[in-house]
């Protein structure tokens, strides 16, 4: 995330930018969708800001929030519904409440919208009155329902987007009214406490000029970044970009209805310089010029499908004031010119956990010129910006259930925890999920046998885009290989049985069971003749090997953070497998392999693409973003390659279970 | 002046930003090098902020400052100068003071300074103890002087740019130490409190490897923009522009010792679109393109003087972290993109007071990729920049005598005041002072008569470049003017006299007095034969008559301020004469043409290019700055153009004084 989302918590009341700082520092991932029952003091913050007690009527419910937060922040961050259709930015003067015991001092807005009598009665909009102590708050009932979408892992999110429209309808300026422009505009948003940039004061006097003085403004948490003639509320977009090694995906989201538009996805032209991270840095590394293509190809990646979902979604480009990235720390790096080389070797360091403020242009897309880019940040070199989107698309922070996120890859990104505390580390888990150091190993793509099926006389193979096989992703060789444990053709140190114990346990299979030169192997699927294995899809000895390692550097990453934290596998409520293999692995064969802890199977969860999730997140509601942020606080990193005891420990976890 | 500018008064002591804040909002201009006697809260400022009585020992000097500024601003502001040769900066730790009574918290750059006794003895760097109530504070006597320059009108300028550089050495990260190349290098500059650019982070990584942890922070106010290699601290910075519509001047500043490095100017190169601003704002009117043309050829005339400057100064363009710029309304807007039409036209406005951050590239200067532009901003469409800096250099602001500031030109702009307040206003004066609108005209170059001498007898010139003369520049047909209406042969209505009344009056001239088909004209020098008046260098009756329209504009304005002021003339204490033409203007004959109030000679001085000069003190102290941008709160702005008793008054001031 990057740091002009400091401020973001504040977004259009920027009012409240002490105190939203405050609950940034300390509170932002934590007050939530689940009710705490007990103070949430006890999250051991005791240095934090001032919490107030906000009973909310007719519902009874009681809530503790920092001081200074809005009631309307204060409520739908408690899941208490109030009237509103513009989010809390002040535009729609719909989140009307009533206070109940001591009102705050009525703000600007507060005048326009109500009667002197009604401000006696205590009559607030909810997103412009302070929780400056503890309060009884009437709710009135609903009239429209807040605009939401469900995003993420069952995260509702109430839209409250960074980027704003107001249409304004202006005097013109005379003799007796000599303001400028730019204060003629502002004055008319006198209930934030905006700064412009250049690219506004550029078109201001030609917008009010070619419209008769009905502009619209377009604000980006506090900052004026366009003056567009005409009313043009009703059109603001945002492109929430999943930078992944492999695969890069990017969402049109409508940020005035918090509904996608457009989805697109490419590969990441990067593919050429290497699979995965390691060897595009050691590509950086031995060639100045590689640094500066690399970063080329990742943008051109990102323009050609910010251009693609424009297209398809009717938008024009200068009609994107927003977009948010998330990615790994190696790919976040290069896709904004920094030289990742220090990520690459020991100790492995990140330029910055912090990203400065950066803008849609500083990532090649062509968005309105000002439009920011909002970057995820990274934990570490190896717990990316991906990993920070996706804890705060699976909600991890806000969860009372202690949970294990591991996003599987060639790096394996491994969180445990709660709302109360959160432990990540990163396990090297090579690129055997990825489907290469495999033989027959393939990219999950048309050809790859992605489900297989096995009983003691019959092999089912399910293809990727119906085609004949021709190799084996992911999710296929975990298949094959918790299989042939499963028949027992596998014995649980990872050896291929003999062929006459095969023959005995599984009839039907015992034919695949063969060799090539002098390698064991399993044929999954005949290309050729039956019996010529070199014309085959098949599995080897060595790469059931490969997967054992992968399996064990990830149990082992897991194992040390349950210690860490003093618990054990079955403290787990829930695994949130994460990423798209996770989306296409079985959760009772993460089980058999020993990749996820033995828990009930319901347990285990395919999270699916939560770094794009979290990126769409962002771009919808600034206090998610600041929840994102707030992250980096949160999360302790336990880094595993400096811990003598890592070796041992990782050779444990090599058998298959029981 | 540039928004960030707003938070340069806390500069470097960030922790002051609140108190900062306060003080440019209503006393940056104020306090100062002028002693006031009495409290300061006479200026009026009622709600203005908490202000601390402090005793300065041994000097006994007693000064009133807003509460939360630091010692060494306090005592800098008001002339008492302590040990500093970083300028407040927090880096050379040798503004040591001893807090008598009550002493502040002691600073983290307290506890690195002195020992613990030190510091229970009361002792301080003054530039991070804040004066938060009433204080005695002992200085030391001086062993180093505190770096300053004279710059503007006898203004003592102490160093404090905006820009500084840090020189680090780090410790290398390690598996126990992975902060980030960022985090490690904030963490070296914890009294500041520092956001980064993403330049910087691009740069961090390389820079830190580069030179074994050794680097230096290039900071402009609170932004981190550079991490350089090794030890460049002594190497950095600014050039201060002072853009006219005609000439166009740069001065290169080594911001680490106050001093000018070069100096070059050149004619701006918007010439071939007209002489005056109107002209190049009807071009602009007329073709869609110009702007963009006009736009490109400020910027050229600004990088073709900074690359000349730096060549001479033998400074890559990349040492240069900041640049200011003065110019008027119209160029200011042309040279950022904005279209300047509606400063063209009734009702004249701007399209913004308070200019956005900019950098040195917007316009269109090659520097350090994140250098900063300090652009001052204007009061009105015809009170621009130029005049804000100009008065910054002539210490308006805060004299206590009552001042008449007057910068003569096709539009002359005309501030009268003193420091509890100040009047501003434009008058259309006119090109005559230009050499436009002139028969035998020019600009003042080579060939131009600067200077006429008349008695009854004799006639002399003095022309520029000693050449032979070919045209009469404005300070020369001011001196023709008076030299005439002083001998007669004008008469005060401004008519030629007969020629019996020329022979009579001055006999030696007479032969001069003739026409030009029907016009009179006075011959100045026969370029061919004389007699041949048509090959001459003359000044014609019509001649006259423009002069007279512009001088007259002129004393409307400055007497119409008068009347606002309920002044009169003889209040005046000084007149300063601004910009090129007025140093060519002798007082003498600024006060025999009546374009300045009738005080004695003495009081009138040329004050140079202060323009200029406002520009290289923005970049020399954030404080000055700070004064400059207060400056648009303090002036109050009389529109001219729809006084109804204008004309009347016009009339009233066309004669020449008796």
Not at 591 to 614: C, F, K, M, Q, Y
């Amino acid at each position: 995330m990057t740091l002009p989302t400091r401020s973001a918590a504040a977004a259009s009341s920027n009012e409240n930018l002490a105190s939203s700082n405050e609950y940034l520092a300390g509170d932002t991932g934590r007050a939530g969708i689940e009710d705490r029952g007990e103070a949430p003091d006890a999250d051991g913050l005791a240095a934090g800001p001032v919490r107030v007690d906000l009973l909310f009527e007719p519902s009874g419910r009681r809530v503790r929030v920092p001081a200074g937060v809005t009631l309307f922040d204060a409520a739908s961050w408690n899941g208490i519904a109030i009237d509103s259709t513009c989010g809390g930015h002040g535009t729609c003067k719909k989140c009307k409440v009533r206070m109940l015991d001591a009102a705050a001092a009525p703000s600007a807005l507060d005048i326009r919208a109500f009667s002197a009598e009604e401000i006696r009665d205590g009559w607030r909009l909810a997103c412009r009155a302070q929780a400056a102590g503890d309060a009884r708050v009437e709710v009135p009932p609903l009239v429209t329902r807040p605009k939401a979408a469900t995003v993420g892992v069952g995260r509702q999110v109430i839209l409250r987007p960074a980027v704003q429209k107001r249409y304004l309808e202006l005097a013109e300026p005379s003799l007796a009214d000599q303001r400028s422009d730019l204060e003629r505009v502002l004055a008319a948003l006198d209930d934030l406490e905006l700064r412009a940039d250049l690219h506004a004061v550029r078109s201001v006097g030609r917008a009010l000029r070619a419209a008769d003085y009905h502009v619209t403004a377009v604000i980006v948490d506090d900052v004026l970044i366009d003056v567009e003639p005409g009313d043009t509320s009703g059109r603001l977009f945002g492109i929430a970009f999943d930078l992944g090694t492999t695969t890069v995906v990017a969402t049109l989201l409508d940020l005035s209805t918090a509904t996608p538009v457009a989805v697109a996805s490419a590969l990441n032209r990067q593919q050429p310089f290497g699979a995965d991270v390691i060897t595009r840095i050691s590509a950086a590394m031995m060639d100045p010029d590689t640094l500066g293509r690399l970063t080329a190809l990742a943008q051109e990646t990102l323009a050609d499908l910010a251009a693609e979902v424009c297209a398809a979604g009717e938008v024009d480009p200068a009609e994107v004031y927003e977009v948010a990235l998330a990615g790994n720390a190696t790919m976040t790096h290069i896709v904004l010119g920094i030289d990742p080389e220090p990520l690459g070797v020991a100790p492995f360091i990140l330029a910055t956990r912090l990203l400065p403020e950066a803008l849609a242009a500083d990532l090649g897309v062509a968005a309105h010129p000002r439009a920011r880019a909002v970057i995820f940040p990274p934990f570490g070199a190896y717990v990316g910006g991906d990993i920070t989107a996706g804890l705060l698309a699976s909600g991890m922070d806000r969860d009372s259930r202690t949970r294990l996120f591991v996003d599987i890859g060639t790096n394996c990104e491994i969180v445990l925890g709660n709302r109360d505390w959160l432990l990540a580390t990163a396990a090297p888990a090579g690129p055997a999920f990825e489907g290469a150091a495999i033989r027959c190993g393939m990219r999950a793509a048309d050809g790859a046998i992605e489900v297989v099926t096995m009983t003691p006389d019959s092999l089912e193979l399910q293809v990727i885009g119906d085609a004949e096989p021709v190799g084996l992703c992911g999710s296929g060789l975990v298949d094959a290989v918790t299989g042939l444990v499963r028949l027992g053709l596998l014995d649980s140190s990872g050896r291929l049985v003999s062929e006459e114990q095969a023959a005995s346990l599984a009839p039907g299979l015992a034919g695949r069971l063969t060799r090539l030169g002098a390698e064991r192997v399993f044929v999954l699927h005949w290309l050729g003749a039956a019996g010529d294995v070199s014309r085959s899809v098949y599995l080897s000895q060595r790469d059931v090997r490969e997967l054992q390692f992968a399996k064990a550097a990830i149990a082992t990453g897991w194992h040390i953070l349950l210690e860490e934290a003093g618990l054990r596998p079955a403290d787990i409520q829930q695994v949130l497998l994460a990423g798209s293999f996770g989306s296409y692995l079985s959760p009772a064969n993460a089980i058999r392999l020993g990749l996820v802890p033995e828990i009930p199977v319901l347990r285990v969860v395919s999270a699916g693409n939560v770094a794009g999730e979290g990126a769409k997140m962002a771009l919808l509601s600034v206090r998610e973003r600041a929840g994102g942020l707030a992250l980096l606080e949160e999360v302790r990193y336990v880094e595993l390659s400096d811990r003598a005891d890592f070796n041992d420990r990782f050779i444990d976890q090599l058998a298959f279970p029981g």
